[in-house]
């Protein structure tokens, strides 16, 4: 009940285009779902992150959307570039812990 | 404003010696996490402590494995008697509260990389 799926594994896409990473979540109780930015040889970055009461949340190129009932949300990077490349983790977690659960990791590769 | 600092960035140990890695949490923070990430797998939490107290633990192993967070200098993850399957990242995470939803990110440091041989 406290994990968190992500898909696709990893993620080609052309300079321009949109990239969509998905995660769905099994614990109700969950109400922080951030995404997290990691190139190699580095600690994870926060992107962005979403509380259960809105349903999208966007921030320049990034957006999140989520969606209560499913149990899933998912980022989009529009515009995507190549600077883009990394490894995106979504993540959740119970706010009164501050711990939190990773999915498995998207490797995206942005092609010039 | 520094960032999280963990070092170091690289550490070797043979099989059964010890591996300590030192975390100093950002400015004004006083909650510490500690995160393992296996190749090609996503972080897993291990602990969380706050000062000169662990708040939850469920994450870390049962042996071989402590962590601290003294009133003052850096939080220690410390592996004792280091074996093949302990090679991993490890990263430390430091936040000014502990409660996310209010908004208060967890930052990260580079991470520690502690290979065994």
């Known amino acids: 009940q406290q994990q968190v799926k992500q898909s696709p594994q990893s993620l080609i896409v052309q300079k321009g285009g949109i990239s969509i990473i998905n995660c769905a979540y099994e614990?109700?109780?969950?109400?922080?779902f951030p995404w997290y930015q990691q190139f190699p040889g580095k600690g994870p970055a926060l992107l962005i992150a979403?509380?259960?009461?809105?349903s999208e949340k966007k921030e320049g190129r990034f957006t999140i959307s989520f969606n209560k009932s499913a149990k899933q949300f998912s980022l989009h990077i529009m515009d995507s570039q190549p600077g883009d490349s990394a490894t995106y983790f979504c993540?959740?977690?119970?706010?009164?812990?501050?711990?939190?659960?990773f999915g498995q990791g998207t490797t995206l590769q942005v092609k010039p | 404003n520094a960032g999280v600092m963990q070092n170091p960035r690289h550490l070797v140990r043979r099989r059964g010696q010890e591996a300590r890695l030192r975390c100093s949490p950002m400015?004004?923070?006083?909650?510490v996490y500690w995160y393992r990430q296996l190749p090609e797998e996503g972080l897993k939490f291990m602990v969380y402590?706050?000062?000169?107290?662990?708040?939850?633990e469920s994450g870390m192993p049962k042996e071989r494995f402590s962590a601290e967070f003294p009133k003052e200098g850096p939080s220690i993850l410390r592996i004792q008697q280091v074996v093949r399957g302990d090679s991993a990242a490890y990263f430390c995470?430091?936040?000014?509260?502990?409660?996310?939803?209010?908004?208060?990110?967890?930052?990260f440091g580079q991470g520690t990389r502690l290979t065994v041989v």
């Open positions: 993540a959740a977690s119970k706010g009164n812990t501050g711990k939190l659960i």
């Open positions: 614990n109700t109780a969950f109400d922080y």
């Open positions: 402590l706050q000062k000169e107290n662990i708040i939850d």
């Open positions: 995470a430091s936040s000014l509260n502990r409660d996310t939803v209010r908004g208060t990110e967890a930052f």
């Open positions: 400015k004004g923070h006083s909650h």
């Open positions: 979403i509380r259960p009461d809105v």
